[in-house]
T-cell receptor
Framework: GAVVSQHPSRVICKSGTSVKIECRSL??????MFWYRQFPKQSLMLMAT?????????EQGVEKDKFLINHASLTLSTLTVTSAHPEDSSFYIC???????????????FGPGTRLTVL | GEDVEQSLFLSVREGDSSVINCTYT??????LYWYKQEPGAGLQLLTY?????DMKQDQRLTVLLNKKDKHLSLRIADTQTGDSAIYFC????????????FGTGTRLQVFP
């Protein structure tokens, strides 16, 4: 099946620093990737939708200057948390949509997530 | 508004059936989904149902949709220890089918 990886799986950083999280589709091309945020015991919240070669579309309430998204190729999207603060600590999950794979046409394939802790 | 709710925890004995429930608020959703999340792994799509269907069965999984009550359920027959995971229901936003609105997840624990 389609595999999506994320790197790193876990990161701890100091307040004020920036952290980059990578999301890769390993065996398919993803024209669209999605970034979610999950708080403990809460649902996944969509942060932004990223299309290859164009600017990401952010959900209401998500600061685009805070969460920089780059989708430079059909297999890689990155999320950079700039000037991170403790309230940015969360579980960040990406997904990728493969429009031509067999199965459900609109299926999103999810990465395993990245746990960010800001001290 | 868009809101999806699930109970947080379910415990069942191996071999019994599990029923995980979900309520949603937007009756315009086109698709409703069930995802499984295991530790260290990404969410896996288990099954989905189109909004004009009442029921869908796929091997041990049965999805029931009650549009009138905006209630979705997932029944797992002959539950196994390998079914222990967090199960999320989700609906697609009628305004943007790319946008999935997830429930809080139900942690299913299967004991021998």
């Amino acid at each position: 099946g389609a595999v999506v990886s994320q790197h790193p799986s876990r990161v701890i950083c100091k307040s004020g620093t920036s952290v980059k999280i990578e999301c890769r589709s390993l065996d398919f091309q993803a024209t669209t990737m999605f970034w979610y945020r999950q708080f403990p015991k809460q649902s996944l919240m969509l942060m932004a939708t990223s299309n290859e070669g164009s600017k990401a579309t952010y959900e209401q309430g998500v600061e685009k200057d805070k969460f920089l998204i780059n989708h430079a190729s059909l297999t890689l999207s990155t999320l950079t948390v700039t000037s991170a603060h403790p309230e940015d600590s969360s579980f960040y999950i990406c997904s990728a949509r493969a429009e031509r794979l067999a199965g459900f046409y609109n299926e999103q394939f999810f990465g395993p997530g990245t746990r960010l802790t800001v001290l | 508004g868009e809101d999806v709710e699930q109970s947080l925890f379910l415990s069942v004995r191996e071999g019994d059936s599990s029923v995980i429930n979900c309520t949603y608020t937007d009756s315009s959703s086109t698709y409703l989904y069930w995802y499984k999340q295991e530790p260290g792994a990404g969410l896996q799509l288990l099954t989905y149902i189109f909004s004009n269907m009442d029921m869908k069965q796929d091997q041990r999984l049965t999805v029931l949709l009650n549009k009138k009550d905006k209630h979705l359920s997932l029944r797992i027959a002959d539950t196994q220890t390998g079914d222990s995971a967090i199960y999320f229901c989700a609906e697609s936003s009628p305004y943007n089918t790319d946008k999935l609105i997830f429930g809080t997840g139900t942690r299913l624990q299967v004991f021998p």
